[in-house]
C-alpha cells in the first residue's frame, strides 16, 4: 500500500503563493505518475498538474505560468508551488500518486492523499 500526506494549503490574498508537498510512504517503488487534484464546492475534481517519474510535467491550461509541478524521488515527494493565485484556484487540493504497469505491489490504480484545503481571498 501506499500512504499520501499532504501539507501546505492555508489562506493566502489573491497574487499570493503557497507551496503544496506530498509525501509518499509504504510501497513507493510501485509509484510512476504524481500529480495534484482539486475539487471546488459544487464541481468535480480535476488534474491540476501531474510529474511522470521521468520528470516530464502536464499543466491544466487555469494553471499554466502560474503554478509549477516537481518531483524528487529520492525523498518520495511531489510539490506544487503556486504563485497569482486567484479566487478561482480556492478548492482542496487532492494529491494522487498512479500504480507502475506492471504493479507487483498490488496498488490500486489511483491513489489519494486526505486533501489541503487552499482558500484565496479577493
Known amino acids: 500500500q501506499v500512504q499520501l500526506v499532504e501539507s501546505g494549503g492555508g489562506l493566502v490574498q489573491a497574487g499570493g503563493s503557497l507551496r503544496l508537498s506530498c509525501k509518499a510512504s509504504?510501497?513507493?517503488?510501485?509509484?510512476?505518475?504524481m500529480g495534484w487534484y482539486r475539487q471546488a464546492p459544487g464541481k468535480e475534481r480535476e488534474l491540476v498538474a501531474h510529474?511522470?517519474?521521468?520528470?516530464?510535467?502536464y499543466y491544466a491550461d487555469s494553471v499554466k505560468g502560474r503554478f509549477t509541478i516537481s518531483r524528487d524521488n529520492a525523498k518520495n515527494t511531489v510539490y506544487l508551488q503556486m504563485n497569482s493565485l486567484k479566487p478561482e484556484d480556492t478548492a482542496v487540493y487532492y494529491c494522487?500518486?498512479?500504480?507502475?504497469?506492471?504493479?507487483?505491489?498490488?496498488?490500486?490504480?489511483?491513489?489519494w492523499g486526505q486533501g489541503t484545503q487552499v482558500t484565496v481571498s479577493s
Open positions: 510529474v511522470t517519474i521521468g520528470e516530464s510535467t
Open positions: 494522487n500518486a498512479r500504480a507502475t504497469r506492471p504493479n507487483p505491489c498490488g496498488l490500486r490504480r489511483d491513489n
Open positions: 509504504g510501497d513507493t517503488i510501485c509509484i510512476s505518475t
